[in-house]
């Protein structure tokens, strides 16, 4: 009888953790990536939702123009050190690192290496990030402290690859 409850539990948990990546199969399989809203400071940007591994790999990659109102939030399920890089980047960015109550952690501005390779790491602990035309976190006066508010199109974050 108990190993009957075990393998029960088993069962649970395995369809339990499948769940949320079937979920998030939906967004990532539909035409591009999910939008949203993020509210920083005094601007909101509309952002394109990062939350599978591929789509936070690319990032803003290989775009050679970043509208001043626009960016990309990449959602994670759960805080943890997070490392980011200007591989394959054309265009300077700045980038908000949000704990798991979306309050600003760490900021900074990342400027294009010559060589594209993302050898310069910007880290710190947190769960989401934000990042938009570089700049646009200063114009926006946004601090260290600040709470970001999503809007309700974003997807919840344990949707996300870990």
């Known amino acids: 009888m108990r190993a009957k409850r075990c393998r029960m539990l088993e069962i649970l948990v395995r369809v339990g953790l499948a769940l949320p990546r079937r979920l998030a199969r939906r967004w990532r399989d539909g035409p591009g990536m999910p939008h949203g809203q993020v509210t920083l400071g005094e601007s ?43 591989r394959d980047c054309h265009v300077p960015l700045d980038i908000a690192f949000l704990d798991s ?13 010559a060589d594209r390779t993302g050898c310069r790491k ?3 602990m947190a769960q989401y990030m ?14 260290v402290g600040d709470v970001a508010t999503f809007s309700s199109d974003v997807p919840v974050s344990w949707l996300s690859d870990p």
């Not at 690319?58 to 509208?67: A, D, N, P």
């Open 44 to 86: 909101t940007w509309d952002v394109e939702v990062a939350m599978t591994r591929s789509d936070r790999y690319v990032g803003l990659g290989k775009r050679t123009t970043i509208e001043p109102e626009t960016g990309m939030l990449f959602l994670y399920p759960f805080a943890n050190e997070r490392e980011f890089t200007m």
């Open 130 to 143: 934000l990042e938009v035309p570089a700049g646009m976190l200063t114009w926006a006066k946004v601090d």
């Open 122 to 124: 910007y880290t710190a």
């Open 101 to 113: 109550n979306r309050m600003v952690v760490k900021m900074f501005t990342m400027d294009v290496e």
